[in-house]
């Protein structure tokens, strides 16, 4: 009698443990198939190439000096934007990018990690120390986009954040003829 009640109650709990092994399964094909889904049709891959830097030398030469900070017209008429997060802002805080350009993002840290993300966009990517974070934009918009930082980075992260301000292509150029590097920093 004991041993077939026992024989029940096992019964159930690999009945229970199989239904929950196919629920887990189930989870990980969906979140796997998400992320297939969201890397074919959004492209949002990871970086094919990893670029160093060094994050203590940022501001005394190289890429990533201040005087060298913003948005650059290329002879090509892309447009690169090069910012750096420290705790606790974005240089520059205001970001001005051209509307229907290509534009590339690069981006590093000078302290802890960072990460820049542009509301209504699936721009979205961390900026870490000794790293360069690179990465394609097109706005299609003309506007105000926020960009907080989406890495929590310490006690000041939820003041951290700038803005991104889309303009006109006409209008880019113009500001770009008498400016090696534009921001819409007051
Ligand atoms: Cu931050």
Redesign the pocket.
């Known amino acids: 009698m004991n041993s077939k009640l026992h024989s029940a109650s096992a019964a159930v709990a690999e009945r229970i443990e199989r239904r929950w092994a196919v629920i887990s399964v189930l989870i990980i094909a969906f979140l796997t198939g998400m992320a297939a889904y969201a890397g074919v049709h959004q492209a949002t891959m990871p970086q094919s190439r990893v670029e160093t830097i060094d994050p203590v030398k940022l501001h005394m030469s190289g890429e990533f000096v201040e005087s060298n900070l913003g948005s650059a017209l290329e002879p090509d008429g892309s447009v690169t934007v090069r910012v750096v997060?420290q705790?606790?802002s974005f240089t520059p805080a205001c970001i001005l990018v051209p509307k229907d350009t290509k534009v590339v993002i690069r981006g590093t840290s000078a302290d802890?990690?960072?990460?820049i993300l542009i509301r209504q966009t699936n721009i979205n990517t961390m900026?870490v120390p000794g790293y360069v974070s690179e990465l394609p934009a097109r706005f299609n918009r003309v506007g105000e986009y926020l960009m907080p930082?989406q890495?929590?980075?310490?006690v000041?992260?939820e003041g951290?954040w700038a803005k991104v301000k889309v303009i006109e292509q006409a209008e880019f150029t113009a500001l770009a003829a008498d400016k090696r590097r534009l921001s819409c920093v007051e």
């Not at 890495?151 to 310490?154: A, H, K, L, V």
């Open positions: 997060g705790q606790y802890v990690v960072h990460g900026l930082c890495e929590f980075c310490s000041g992260h951290m």
